[in-house]
């Protein structure tokens, strides 16, 4: 009994010390103890996060995630969640990071720390193709859009009077275009391109783009728990562009590279 209480005290000791040590770790730390990063996507938006016909998770920025925790060292664990889940979950911690084709913006930038941009995209506007009535963003006034809600589109068609209307899926998007519930939508062009060549005969076009593209990043936490998650994230990413590998996982899924970064005219 004496030898059972012996093991017992000791295995608590063991217990109270490594959850200190965990709790005197940062993020990184954490998650390199664990052998995995938690990453939250849609799943549901190609190409950038979807499900193949083998119903096997995929897309652009699956593939860059993945790279980036191979850099790590660890395991990319995926979770996937509507779009305005992705933001609740990072707050809560249920997330360590997000790779969904978040775009950076000053009210995110508020709020969560981003990584070096790994994609540069232009907004395109889309609508049916007898609408005539959208030439420009200005146009938007007073018009109906669709867009995933909480995300940079719709705040963007807002701020031009447009009337937003929250759905889950692009294609339910296109859908309400098509169908007339919807005047327009607004999402990359690179998207509208991947939905133009699988479906050739869907009747809707780009009436406009965005004059700068907007960047493509990483959004973690704010705080000096991840800012070593960040460094960690952002050198991935400079060693992925330096190898090539950005430029490739692109012209697989885009046929195009949009990791290059822009440069001035």
């Known amino acids: 009994m004496k030898i059972k209480a012996f093991w017992s005290i000791l295995l608590a000791l063991v217990l109270t010390f490594s959850l200190a040590a965990a709790e005197g770790e940062d993020q990184l730390a954490r998650i390199q103890a664990q052998g995995e990063i938690v990453i939250a996507t849609e799943g549901a938006w190609a190409p950038w996060t979807y499900h193949d016909e083998n119903d096997v998770l995929v897309g652009f920025d699956v593939e860059v995630a993945q790279a980036i925790a191979a850099k790590l060292g660890v395991t990319a664990k995926f979770v996937e969640t509507e779009w305005d889940g992705i933001f609740a979950g990072l707050d809560s911690s249920r997330y360590d990071m997000a790779a969904n084709g978040v775009e950076i913006t000053e009210e995110r930038a508020q709020k969560y720390d981003f990584s070096t941009p790994y994609g540069y995209i232009r907004t395109a506007l889309i609508v049916r193709g007898d609408n005539d009535s959208i030439a420009s963003f200005e146009d938007l006034n007073g018009k109906r859009t669709a867009n995933s809600i909480a995300s940079t589109y719709m705040t963007l068609a807002e701020s031009y009077g447009a009337t937003a209307v929250g759905v889950d899926t692009l294609d339910q998007t296109l859908s309400m275009v098509l169908s007339g ?54 050198q991935a990413i400079a060693e992925l562009r330096d190898e090539g590998e950005l430029t490739r996982i692109s012209e697989k899924y885009f046929g195009k590279d949009i990791t290059a970064v822009p440069t001035e005219e």
């Open 181 to 234: 519930r919807a005047d327009a939508t607004l999402n990359a062009e690179v998207v509208f391109l991947d939905y133009q060549k699988a479906h050739p005969d869907a009747d809707i076009r780009i009436a406009a783009y965005s004059d700068e593209p907007g960047q493509i990043a990483i959004p973690v936490r704010k705080g000096e728990d991840s800012a070593s998650l960040r460094a960690a994230v952002d």
